[in-house]
T-cell receptor, first 110, second 115 residues
Framework: QKEVEQDPGPLSVPEGAIVSLNCTYSNSAFQYFMWYRQYSRKGPELLMYTYSSGNKEDGRFTAQVDKSSKYISLFIRDSQPSDSATYLCAMKTGANNLFFGTGTRLTVIP | DADVTQTPRNRITKTGKRIMLECSQTKGHDRMYWYRQDPGLGLRLIYYSFDVKDINKGEISDGYSVSRQAQAKFSLSLESAIPNQTALYFC??????????????FGPGTRLTVT
């Protein structure tokens, strides 16, 4: 079993839709939860970071972590064509390196 | 100028050839990483280095070697390339403050094809 599981999609939504992206994980020691965004032909960039459980909001983006279920989510409100990208979840314990999901490719149709 | 640069950006090589991918950074970070990205497999860590004298194997180091020539430079070598090393390769950096680098800064990637 992979440490981090993510539905690869692809996911296609109309502009203005609410998008939900999810990852599950098996390692209960993970404490730091990240979402990276990767545009075509570019390297990933950190989008959001959450420590432990709870919600974090940044503009149209909300990250949720449910450690009891080993489940994290990223919500995008009022999605825009510029949000079209691959979204990768990533996790780490205190000291070790990042474990990435496979990424979900999102297309927002104007 | 980009903070993390990779050369070459694209490379086609033949089976059995030795090839080196280079990474340079201007962020002043101590930690550097090499990943490969494959469809359906995501990003997998090949090697990482927490400072110039520290080199560590990642998840998939077989068939690869690295050299940390300076704080700013980290090279990945394929000693004898094989077709299943065809992938997109990323270099990344992070600092070592606080939580130890949950934010990694990625280069633009090198697309390597081994025929």
């Amino acid at each position: 079993q992979k440490e981090v599981e993510q539905d690869p999609g692809p996911l296609s939504v109309p502009e203005g839709a609410i998008v939900s992206l999810n990852c599950t994980y098996s390692n209960s020691a993970f404490q730091y939860f990240m979402w990276y965004r990767q545009y075509s032909r570019k390297g990933p960039e950190l989008l959001m970071y959450t420590y432990s459980s709870g919600n974090k909001e940044d503009g149209r983006f909300t990250a949720q972590v449910d450690k009891s279920s080993k489940y994290i989510s990223l919500f995008i409100r009022d999605s825009q064509p510029s949000d079209s990208a691959t979204y990768l979840c990533a996790m780490k314990t205190g000291a070790n390196n990042l474990f990435f999901g496979t990424g979900t490719r999102l297309t927002v149709i104007p | 100028d980009a903070d993390v640069t990779q050369t070459p950006r694209n490379r086609i090589t033949k089976t059995g050839k030795r090839i080196m991918l280079e990474c340079s950074q201007t962020k002043g970070h101590d930690r550097m990483y090499w990943y490969r990205q494959d469809p359906g497999l995501g990003l997998r860590l090949i090697y990482y280095s927490f400072d110039v004298k520290d080199i560590n194997k990642g998840e998939i180091s077989d068939g690869y070697s690295v050299s940390r020539q300076a704080q700013a430079k980290f090279s990945l070598s394929l000693e004898s390339a094989i077709p299943n090393q065809t992938a997109l390769y990323f270099c990344a950096t992070s600092d070592n403050a606080g939580t130890g680098g949950y934010e990694q800064y990625f280069g633009p990637g090198t697309r390597l094809t081994v025929t």
